[in-house]
């Protein structure tokens, strides 16, 4: 077998670096690595950024650690499912609201250094702050596009006043949560020049169609990251192979170049980009996280493609069968729970 050549090695710089297959993974803070990148390095950037600044302070993630305190709340149990931990969004004041502005500006403007003419940057993020996050990504230099909106139903959000909920029993302070948004952003093409020149010369500047033809689309069923993932690498926020496949798979127009993710966390998008036989590069500033994710991205590549006993059990029990016969089979990427 010959081994795809490396194209990201110059990437990682001088950090502590781990290899894969089609990619790597670099131990790093994405600010200070994006500014030391030459210009134009990246296609694409798929990542999950920590949603309200805060949650991934090391104070927050000891109070997470220890179940009681900070920004992280741990949920009641309902019908014998436990909630994992999430961030009290609502808890933001005006101080916080002003540094994730901010934060989100500054990054924008070295992802805009970093990206190629016409780059794509898919972004997730949440009903609370998506608003504040795409003015400050606009602010910073990068194009709207529009959103992705990740279709999942959990158990969180629609719970009832608290300590009032006797008194209001037909009140939710907010609505059930049912779908996740993705800001789709990009780098401006240059002035003058056609989406079908920014393709030939950058490989940039669209969105990859589907298998059988048909475009990418800002819709998509999802489902809860299966168990079988979790128990591969548990990280608070883990997104489904099943999910970030497909939005891999569309960040690159052509199938060519890097795609990277510079708030990596476990490696789902690495991992995505590796089952699929894609570069990638992904930055992580927490030495856990990147320990966890040097070991989970083999295994998460693997999923699917797999025929162990494991992996069935886990497609019979998570997935149903109607939505089997997806479009997206033929990207490997199993199949999707819809709503």
Known sequence: MTLPVDIT??????YTTRAFTYGRIIHADCFEWFSRLPESSLHAIVTDPPYGIREYDDHELKKRSNGKGGIWRLPPSFDGSVRAPLPRFTALDAKDRKRLSLF????ARLTVRALKPGGHVIIATNAFIAALLYE????????????IIRKVRTLRGGDRPKNAEDE?????SLPRGCYEPWGLFRKPIPPKMTVGECLRQFHTGGLRRLPDGNPFED??????????ERNIANHP????QSFMRQVVYAALPLGKGVVADPFMGSGATIAAAEAMELHAIGSERNLDYFSMASD??????????KKDKDWADHMESGLRAANRLSKYKQLDVGSVDPI
Do not use: C, H, N
């Open 168 to 172: 209001f029993p037909d009140v939710s």
């Open 9 to 14: 090695k110059a990437l990682a710089i001088d």
């Open 296 to 305: 989970a991205i083999p295994e998460l590549a693997m999923l699917g493609k």
């Open 136 to 147: 400050a990504l606009m602010q910073g230099g990068l194009e709207f596009r529009g959103q």
């Open 104 to 107: 989100f500006f500054e990054w």
């Open 219 to 228: 819709v998509i069923p999802s489902e809860r990251t299966p168990r079988l």
């Open 237 to 240: 926020s883990l997104k489904p």
